[in-house]
């Protein structure tokens, strides 16, 4: 008589993450960590898609997926990143892709104040003394504020060059005519 033994193997299905890690062969039900490459200049992380039943969370770089009882493929997918550009003093603000062209805008001067420039993350600032003007958003949170400087009334008598002056401005002035 012959005697034979029987070893029962589990199955092993494949796991494939296109833009990450966690690729193998592995059995149904085990759970296998999988986290997304480092996001390309420009872009963040998105959501898995494919095979996605089982992730612990699709919207997650770094998660899990409980093998399913079959081969499997999963992406992450990248999508443009949204920075934060925050104005204070005036208006412009919200989120942005990098390179987007945003208008931004002062707000009226406090009485005795005029405008004098934006401050903060000002690289990309059109014109940095224009209380309208426009930034070009960088790749990363921008914070910029509207400044005042206190001015002046200046009036000239039989002549030209009154107005309102920061201090320190040099004014030119100019008698009339004698009569």
Same mark, same amino acid.
């Given at each position: 008589?012959?005697? #034979?033994? %029987?070893?029962?193997?589990?199955?092993?299905?494949?796991?494939?993450?296109?833009?990450?890690?966690?690729? /193998?062969? %592995?059995?149904?039900?085990?759970?296998?960590?999988?986290? #997304?490459?480092?996001?390309?200049? *420009?872009?963040?992380?998105?959501?898995?898609? /494919?095979?996605?039943? *089982?992730?612990?969370?699709?919207?997650?770089?770094?998660?899990?997926?409980?093998?399913?009882? $079959?081969?499997?493929?999963?992406?992450?997918?990248? $999508?443009?990143?949204? %920075? $934060?550009?925050?104005?204070?003093?005036?208006?412009?603000?919200?989120?942005?892709?990098? *390179?987007?062209?945003? #208008?931004?805008?002062?707000?009226?001067?406090?009485? /005795?104040?005029?405008?004098?420039?934006?401050?903060?993350?000002?690289?990309?600032?059109?014109?940095?003394?224009?209380?309208?003007?426009?930034?070009?958003?960088?790749?990363?949170?921008?914070?910029?504020?509207?400044?005042?400087?206190?001015?002046?009334?200046?009036?000239?008598?039989? *002549?030209?060059?009154?107005?309102? %002056?920061?201090?320190?401005?040099?004014?030119?002035?100019?008698?009339?005519?004698?009569?």
């Amino acid at each position: 008589s012959v005697s #034979a033994t %029987y070893t029962d193997t589990p199955a092993l299905y494949n796991l494939t993450v296109v833009s990450g890690s966690g690729s /193998g062969s %592995y059995t149904a039900g085990t759970v296998v960590a999988i986290r #997304a490459n480092p996001s390309p200049d *420009g872009k963040a992380f998105d959501f898995w898609t /494919g095979d996605t039943a *089982g992730i612990a969370s699709v919207t997650s770089e770094s998660t899990t997926i409980t093998m399913p009882g $079959k081969n499997a493929i999963i992406t992450a997918t990248y $999508k443009d990143a949204a %920075y $934060k550009l925050t104005v204070t003093n005036g208006s412009g603000s919200g989120y942005f892709t990098p *390179g987007t062209s945003v #208008a931004i805008s002062a707000n009226a001067p406090p009485a /005795g104040k005029a405008f004098d420039r934006w401050t903060g993350d000002t690289v990309g600032i059109a014109s940095v003394t224009s209380a309208k003007t426009t930034i070009t958003m960088p790749a990363g949170d921008a914070n910029i504020t509207a400044t005042y400087v206190a001015v002046y009334n200046l009036t000239v008598i039989n *002549g030209s060059g009154s107005g309102s %002056y920061p201090a320190g401005t040099t004014v030119t002035i100019t008698a009339a005519p004698a009569p």
